[in-house]
């Protein structure tokens, strides 16, 4: 019976999987394939590998009981008059019914087109059963609060950042006279932004679950290392812009426009390979997390707060993150990419950008994000930057109303299933968990 519990949670943590691959990795190619600089199939390919790498490489080895803290396993073996081994199969069935309605709602997310938090999703989920399996004040209405929060700050503030770059790139090199000659000038410090940018957030937001081993790899060694990278490929950045565009200024004000635009394309391809692989060493936790609290309690038959993660396990995380990116990632990638506004390689930028700054700040701060909706309202930021009529409004609503009822929505889903998993399947998985305790 254990075993065949262990399988079934396990598709549905590769379930939980597919649908981040399809939702939210999407995202992270978004503005690659919207400004046309790689197609929907290099755009697979690249975030597959990005994905893969940043999961099973650099993922957490050691994952949470209860992802992001939201409800307190403690408070459910505190609970009166209950049978020995029954608070571990309480939790057993919680996170099963929480990753299976998790990604029910992912995929009805994707099936629409809609862009939604996978966290979010799981944590109302697991939220769900929490109030349900051992009251209301098991759940961390504070934590709750910083995520709610989130829906607000993350992507008024990539917005903001967003549109301040463009409006840059727009009034010192696309609105000047010659911008071929403008471009000589002012792109190569974007250049040495971008790198800065990204490296800071692989180190931080990719390698977060490795650099407590190498502890020179923080703080100051980070900041310089991110400088001389950012300084060496400006310089490389600088020759190979002169040779590129050497001439072009005398050629029309389209024609020169359409050639700054090809020096923003690298730009854009590594901004978003790199949220791929920060995404990819994060994220994945959000399917095989509860999944690997499953396997450890029917090993040993007690709940811990953290619990290892198995190569193997990640692995299985990783690879349900690139099927369905490949297979169902196209339809968030043409919401995000091409139907909120018209972006365009150096709109790009900004937008991939503006989200990577405002999420890796807000990590260090311990503020709780959403990387999809910073990058959705980076996106909104440029579209803003051409107008009001820069957005489409239908769209953005649509995008706004599938967060609001994201966490009630995953919520209200868990409570029936667990529920439900509690009355058919309580008795069988306590005596399992006895079974592990002798």
């Known amino acids: 019976m254990d075993v065949v519990i262990i399988i079934f949670t396990g598709l549905i943590g590769f379930y939980m999987a597919w649908t981040i691959g399809a939702n939210d990795v999407a995202n992270s190619m978004a503005s690659a394939v919207g400004s046309q600089s790689l197609s929907i199939k290099k755009a697979i390919i690249l975030a597959g590998i990005c994905e893969f790498s940043g999961a099973v490489l650099v993922g957490s080895s050691v994952t949470e009981t209860i992802r992001k803290g939201i409800v307190d396993p403690n408070m459910l073996a505190a609970l009166p008059a209950l049978r020995e081994g029954e608070a571990a199969a309480l939790l057993i069935i919680g996170m099963t019914a929480a990753l299976l309605c998790a990604a029910f709602w992912l995929h009805f997310a994707t099936w629409v087109g809609m862009p939604v938090s996978t966290t979010h999703a799981i944590v109302g989920a697991v939220a769900g ?21 989130s829906w607000f700050i993350s992507p008024l503030v990539g917005g903001i950042l967003a549109f301040s770059l463009f409006k840059f790139i727009s009034t010192f090199i696309l609105g000047r006279e010659k911008p071929a000659e403008a471009a000589k000038t002012y792109a190569p410090p974007i250049v040495f932004f971008v790198v800065f940018v990204n490296t800071l957030a692989t180190i931080y937001k990719g390698l977060n679950h490795i650099i407590s081993g190498l502890t020179w790899l923080t703080g100051t060694t980070s900041i310089i290392i991110s400088v001389v990278l950012g300084l060496i490929c400006s310089v490389i950045a600088k020759i190979w812009i002169s040779r590129h565009l050497r001439g072009k200024e005398t050629l029309s004000i389209a024609k020169q426009l359409e050639e700054v635009e090809k020096i923003f394309v690298p730009l854009v391809i590594v901004s978003s390979c790199s949220v791929a692989f920060a995404h990819g060493a994060n994220d994945v936790a959000n399917a095989i997390g509860p999944f690997a609290a499953i396997v450890d309690i029917i090993k040993h038959g007690t709940v811990q707060m953290k619990v290892g993660v198995p190569l193997p396990i990640l692995f299985m995380g990783g690879a349900g993150i690139v099927f369905g990116l490949a297979t169902f990632g196209y339809k968030v990638m043409a919401t995000v990419g091409t139907k909120i506004t018209e972006i365009t390689p150096s709109r790009g930028v900004a937008a991939d950008i503006a989200a990577s700054v405002t999420v890796l700040i807000c990590s260090r701060l311990s503020l709780p994000v959403s990387t999809t909706h910073t990058l959705v309202g980076a996106i909104m930021g440029i579209g ?13 609503k649509k995008i706004f109303a599938s967060w609001l009822i ?33």
Not at 138 to 146: A, L
Not at 384 to 396: D, M, Q
Request: hydrophobic residues 60%.
């Open 406 to 438: 994201t966490v009630p929505a995953a919520a209200f889903l868990a409570i029936i299933f667990f529920v439900i998993g509690r009355y058919l399947f309580l008795d069988s998985i306590i005596d399992i968990v006895l079974a592990a305790r002798r």
């Open 384 to 396: 803003l930057a051409r107008g009001h009529g820069g957005i489409n409004k239908s769209v953005a």
């Open 129 to 149: 059963f929490g109030v349900v399996a051992a009251g209301w004040n098991s759940v961390n209405w504070h934590k709750m609060g910083q995520i709610v929060a």
